[in-house]
């Protein structure tokens, strides 16, 4: 059963807790142990909205927020993975409706196609295919289901 407490009204002010208050809150919403602050702030200050707006998480984001929140250096590395790595200087060619299409890497996120830089290949697939495609796929870098590329 939850406590009836004061809830922070912000991001910035659940950081700014003490250790003690944070550890409060953390048992006011979660029966297992956390340990460290940072990790109890996101699950926390999703907890603490759903409660000031009076709606309930779907139990598949509670199960998320519990991972994330047990390791959460590993999901924010696992979220900014790229899952292709390009060289600068990759041609890449693709062949589409009888015309070859070839856009050069430049950079991280910069795709030269035509004389102009893009900042992500999504911007050219769907220009040349005039609708809205996954340029990683478009261009053949995603893995298919079946496990071939």
Same mark, same amino acid.
């Given at each position: 059963m939850r406590r009836k407490c004061y809830l922070p009204k912000s991001f910035e002010e659940l950081k700014n807790l003490s250790d003690e208050k944070l550890q409060f809150y953390w048992d006011t919403f979660y029966t297992y142990p956390m340990? *460290?602050? =940072?990790?109890k702030l996101r !699950?926390? @200050?999703y907890a603490i909205q759903c409660e000031l707006g009076r709606c309930r998480? !779907? $139990?598949? &984001? %509670?199960?998320?927020?519990? /991972?994330?929140a047990s390791n959460p250096e590993k999901y924010i590395e696992h979220a900014h993975k790229n899952r292709y790595a390009l060289s600068i200087g990759t041609l890449?060619?693709?062949? &589409? =409706? *009888? =015309? %070859? &299409?070839?856009?050069?890497?430049? *950079?991280?996120?910069? &795709?030269? @196609?035509e004389g102009k830089i893009y !900042?992500?290949?999504?911007? %050219?697939? $769907?220009? %040349?295919s005039n609708c809205h495609v996954s340029g990683p796929a478009f261009f053949g870098l995603m893995e /298919?289901?079946? *496990?071939k590329s």
């Open positions: 340990i *460290g602050h =940072k990790a !699950p926390l @200050w998480l !779907p $139990s598949k &984001y %509670i199960t998320r927020l519990n /991972r994330y890449l060619t693709k062949k &589409y =409706k *009888g =015309k %070859i &299409y070839q856009v050069t890497v430049k *950079g991280e996120q910069e &795709y030269e @196609w !900042p992500n290949l999504t911007v %050219i697939a $769907s220009t %040349i /298919r289901k079946n *496990g």
